[in-house]
């Protein structure tokens, strides 16, 4: 969910994890929601159709479906709620970091768990082993191994997870806060 940027990884993702996940789960399939933003630096350097083409040669193009932008509350939460992973595998870019990682905030409050690299503000939006998994870096091994232990192993609660609608607000503040004050 998000912007397709260099920074979010998806390409990558999809050359290095999904054919090693798909191998060992034949019904994966990646749900992407979100598009390239048209008007920023860089617009042509992680598309659709460059991440389609990976997909084609990684072997894994018909476990991957792209569904746009969503605007619309309702079917936003219904997709999060019909997933089963959040993946957010985020490239550690230097002078382009992600300062906190909303979706994998709005993810845990939809009781998902995030699997993710433990980079920039990603660290702050995902409490490891509570809402996901945080991976070292650019480990893609472990990042695929992460996201087969939550298809595997799913708990589907949210007192688990930690985060309900109710305490989104709190959850948002807290990780706002920490970012805010590894700046200073």
Same mark, same amino acid.
């Not at 998806?10 to 933003?37: C, D, Q």
């Not at 990042?143 to 948002?172: C, D, M, S, Y």
């Given at each position: ?18 054919? &090693? ?22 617009? &042509?350097?992680? #598309? ?9 040669? &990684? $072997? /894994? ?7 746009? +932008?969503? #605007? ?14 959040? +993946? =957010? ?5 230097? $002078? ?8 994998? +905030?709005?993810?845990?409050?939809? $009781?998902?768990?995030?699997? *993710? =690299?433990? #980079?920039?503000? /990603?660290?702050?939006?995902? &409490?490891?082993?509570?809402? !996901? ?13 992460? +996201? ?15 985060? $309900?609608?109710?305490?989104? !607000?709190? *959850? ?13």
């Amino acid at each position: 969910m998000g912007r397709l940027t260099t920074r979010k990884g998806l390409r990558e993702f999809v050359e290095l994890a999904l054919p &090693s996940i798909v191998n060992a789960e034949p019904e994966a399939i990646l749900v992407v929601i979100g598009e390239a933003p048209k008007d920023s630096l860089g617009t &042509s350097i992680q #598309t659709v159709e460059s991440i389609k083409a990976q997909a084609e040669r &990684s $072997g /894994v193009a018909n476990h991957i479906k792209f569904l746009g +932008v969503i #605007t619309d509350k309702v079917i936003l939460a219904t997709a999060y709620e019909s997933a089963d992973v959040h +993946v =957010f595998p985020v490239r550690h870019i230097p $002078g382009d970091p992600e300062s906190l990682g909303m979706v994998a +905030v709005e993810a845990a409050a939809h $009781g998902v768990l995030t699997v *993710a =690299f433990a #980079t920039d503000g /990603v660290v702050d939006a995902v &409490s490891d082993g509570k809402t !996901g998994y945080l991976v070292v870096w650019n480990n893609y091994v472990e990042l695929a191994n992460q +996201v087969l232990k939550v298809l595997r192993e799913p708990t589907g609660t949210e007192e688990i997870h930690g985060f $309900g609608w109710n305490q989104f !607000g709190q *959850a948002a503040y807290t990780a706002i806060a920490a970012t805010f004050n590894k700046a200073k």
